[in-house]
């Protein structure tokens, strides 16, 4: 059973940044894939960014450039640079098994993912 945990709530003005931080444990740490959610008032829940292992990242076009997934063991990282009003709403972290080839074999739905947190408010203002 993986447990996962986000950090405290975050409100930035628009073009600030602010680091995300999830901390989670299970057995066989390294073989996760990870990801960032968000989900915007009125708009559907999307993925920003996911990692697999430790190195291979990806994002979403809106976060790209802008967005750095990271993890250090247990804790995984969003680092959001340049922050605009339209990047608000809940992040949830999320993770589950690799697989076999040690990919995330292109997971970016939510439902895709064992075990998630139970989310973190983010606000951006104008």
């Known amino acids: 059973q993986v447990q996962v945990r986000e950090s405290k709530e975050g409100t930035v003005q628009t073009g600030g940044s602010l680091r995300l931080t999830c901390e989670f444990s299970?057995?066989?740490?390294?073989?996760?894939?990870m990801a960032w959610f968000r989900q915007g008032p009125g708009k559907s829940r999307e993925a920003v960014a996911r990692?697999?292992?430790?190195?291979t990242t990806w994002y979403a076009d809106s976060a790209a450039g802008r967005f750095t997934i990271s993890r250090n063991m247990n804790l995984l990282y969003l680092q959001m640079n340049n922050l605009k009003p339209e990047d608000s709403g809940l992040y949830v972290c999320?993770?589950?098994?690799?697989?076999?080839?040690?990919?995330?074999?292109?997971?970016?739905?939510?439902?895709?993912?064992?075990?998630r947190g139970q989310g973190t408010q983010v606000t951006v203002s104008a």
């Open positions: 999320a993770a589950d098994e690799l697989d076999p080839r040690n990919a995330c074999s292109g997971r970016v739905s939510f439902s895709e993912y064992k075990n």
């Open positions: 299970g057995p066989n740490e390294k073989n996760y894939c």
């Open positions: 990692i697999a292992g430790y190195r």
